[in-house]
């Protein structure tokens, strides 16, 4: 019993590495869409204001 136990253990680390690899490239992905997001609001706002003043 112990050694199927250890026999799973190496697939739960491949799993949790895999895992934490798109986990990562997920938060990166989201943190550059929600940069680019909030600068093309801010051109918006400031593009509004810019005709507003004119």
């Known amino acids: 019993?112990?050694?199927s136990e250890?026999?799973?253990m190496p697939n739960y680390t491949?799993?949790?590495?895999w895992?934490?690899?798109?986990?990562?490239k997920?938060?990166?992905f989201l943190v550059?869409?929600?940069?680019?997001l909030f600068h093309s609001c801010n051109v918006?706002?400031?593009?509004?204001?810019y005709?507003?003043?004119k």
């Open 6 to 8: 250890r026999k799973k």
């Open 44 to 49: 918006m706002s400031d593009a509004l204001i």
């Open 51 to 53: 005709s507003r003043l």
């Open 32 to 36: 550059l869409f929600l940069q680019k």
């Open 19 to 24: 895992l934490a690899s798109v986990l990562e």
């Open 26 to 28: 997920v938060n990166n």
């Open 1 to 3: 019993n112990l050694g």
């Open 14 to 17: 491949w799993w949790n590495t």
